[in-house]
């Protein structure tokens, strides 16, 4: 049963990992990886020179870091809430409603958000029309870009993340609980010294793993959001890499980006996994 899982790791994580060495060449196709010029540091060295660095870290790191203060506590808040439902066929119900977004594209979430929003003859346009302010354009604001994206993270992904807190839930005893109610802990006592207690454990683990994607962000839902008016706020990484690796077909600068986004995540999962230990948890190895 793990087969397909580890032929997928191997042949899309694993065996591409050979094609770093371009990071460290004048890559030609037609020259092929041992036929291309080396030219050791020479990429790198142009990533830290280029005045679009600092912004493409600044803005990565702020959409990440937002993520992982207002987006990543969602789903624990929420699990926790249906965990509380007493009636399942509601609590189904709703766990349903809040997990179906996962499975719409960024392209689907962009374009909705687009008619809801942005259209001329939208709800949003209508209601300011109607409260008698000047209709303006949200997609186009680069000071509600970051809000925006944050907004549609948490209401695509979060249901997602309560399937697994949920499941970590389950595996709580309930004889905990009715020990707790003999002594008196009425339902948010219960919550803070019991069930939360009960889910440290993946919730470490999960922060781990989102520490280690803090460079990066979904290209797809940056790329269908970013433009001309709010590129200083909303370019990122994977939009910039994409630009100047593809579309312009530098391989080699693109590859090396890459490389740097890939260290630096290794370095952030030690540095959180050993810290992760010094506060008794498991951690990730």
Do not use: C
């Not at 509601?90 to 349903?96: D, M």
């Not at 809801?116 to 109607?130: M, N, V």
């Not at 907004?151 to 249901?159: E, K, N, T």
């Amino acid at each position: 049963m793990a087969l397909p899982g580890i032929l997928y790791f191997i042949i899309f994580k694993y065996w591409p990992m050979g094609g770093i060495i371009i990071a460290f060449q004048d890559f030609f196709p037609f020259s092929g990886f041992f036929g291309s010029q080396w030219v050791g540091m020479k990429h790198f060295n142009r990533l830290f020179d280029d005045p679009d660095f600092f912004m493409l870290l600044r803005n990565t790191l702020m959409l990440s870091v937002y993520q992982l203060v207002f987006a990543f506590p969602v789903p624990i808040i929420l699990s926790l809430m249906l965990n509380e439902l007493r009636r399942e066929w509601f609590k189904r119900s709703i766990q349903t409603l809040v997990y179906v977004p996962h499975f719409m594209s960024w392209v689907v979430v962009v374009s909705m958000f687009f008619v809801i929003f942005e259209s001329p003859r939208s709800i949003f346009q209508s209601l300011i029309e109607s409260w008698g302010f000047q209709n303006f354009s949200i997609m186009m604001d680069s000071g509600l870009f970051r809000p925006m994206y944050i907004l549609q993270v948490i209401w695509r992904d979060s249901g997602w993340g309560t399937v697994i807190y949920l499941a970590a839930l389950a595996g709580i005893s309930p004889e905990l609980y009715e020990a707790a109610k003999i002594d008196g802990a009425g339902r948010f006592r219960q919550i803070w010294h019991i069930t939360l207690p009960g889910i440290r454990s993946t919730i470490v683990i999960l922060l781990l793993l989102k520490l280690s994607d803090i460079l990066d962000t979904s290209f797809e839902h940056v790329f269908n959001l970013v433009n001309s008016l709010n590129r200083e706020v909303g370019e990122v990484f994977d939009t910039y890499v994409y630009r100047v690796g593809l579309i312009n077909g530098q391989l080699s600068y693109a590859t090396s980006i890459g490389l740097f986004k890939g260290v630096v995540g290794l370095l952030l999962v030690i540095f959180a996994n050993w810290l992760a230990k010094k506060f008794g948890e498991e951690g990730l190895y």
